[in-house]
């Protein structure tokens, strides 16, 4: 089993919708992650938040809205998505900084999202 | 800049082979941390292995083994007695001291048959 989990595991909504992506992990990591992956691509990341602040943004269009609302969560709020946007969302956290962190980063399943 | 590059795009063996999957990587920084994350079809990628660039040791881990050389900057990964849980895309990834984030390399699908 996973150190982090991703709710939902699965996503398909509209593009009006409104949607979050819940992340959390409980092994005190202080950095946390989010990117995208598309099929047969790697992992590209979206944001880094560094105790609990955001310290990389890959200038992500604003549709994606991150939140850490503590140390041991991660939500990805979604609004007004774009058919292209369909994609595997990964989570991961890592001790450390985050910004040029060495430390491996522990990722969860993911949410494979669908937008009609 | 950093780069990563595994030029296998996609290996298949038949179970109990061994396979090596290759990651060439790039850096002009004398510092840096070189990875391999499985992913199985469920999405998770898996930390494997993590090795620094003063740590020319190879290193074994049950069926897993690695050889990092620097003379041909290269990271290699074998996989000895392939079985079918084995079957993941593999990704090599990269950060150095000056860069930002992890760099992945465009993975490897390795299928192992039974």
């Known amino acids: 089993d996973t150190e982090v989990t991703q709710t939902p595991k699965h996503l398909v909504m509209g593009m009006t919708n409104k949607k979050s992506l819940k992340c959390e992990q409980h092994m005190g990591h202080r950095a946390m992650y989010w990117y995208k992956q598309k099929a047969k691509k790697p992992p590209e990341l979206m944001f880094v938040?560094?105790?609990?602040?955001?310290?990389i943004n890959e200038s992500v269009p604003s549709r994606f809205s991150p939140e850490c609302p503590n140390s041991s969560l991660l939500n990805l709020h979604l609004h007004a998505l774009q058919p292209e946007d369909s994609a595997l969302y990964l989570c991961a956290s890592s001790q450390g900084t985050g910004f040029g962190s060495n430390q491996p980063q522990h990722f969860g399943d993911g949410t494979r999202l669908s937008i009609l | 800049a950093q780069k990563v590059t595994q030029a296998q795009t996609e290996i298949s063996v038949v179970e109990k082979e061994d396979v090596t999957l290759d990651c060439v990587y790039e850096t002009r920084d004398t510092t840096y941390y070189l990875f391999w994350y499985k992913q199985p079809p469920s999405g998770e990628l898996v930390f494997l292995i993590r090795r620094n660039s003063f740590d020319e040791q190879n290193e074994i881990s049950g069926r897993y083994s690695w050889n990092f050389q620097k003379s041909t900057s290269s990271f290699n990964f074998t996989i000895t007695a392939s079985q079918v849980v084995d079957s993941a895309v593999y990704f090599c990834?990269?950060?150095?001291?000056?860069?930002?984030?992890?760099?992945f390399g465009s993975g490897t699908q390795l299928t192992v048959l039974p």
């Open positions: 938040y560094s105790y609990e602040k955001l310290s």
């Open positions: 990834a990269l950060i150095s001291g000056s860069a930002r984030q992890l760099t």
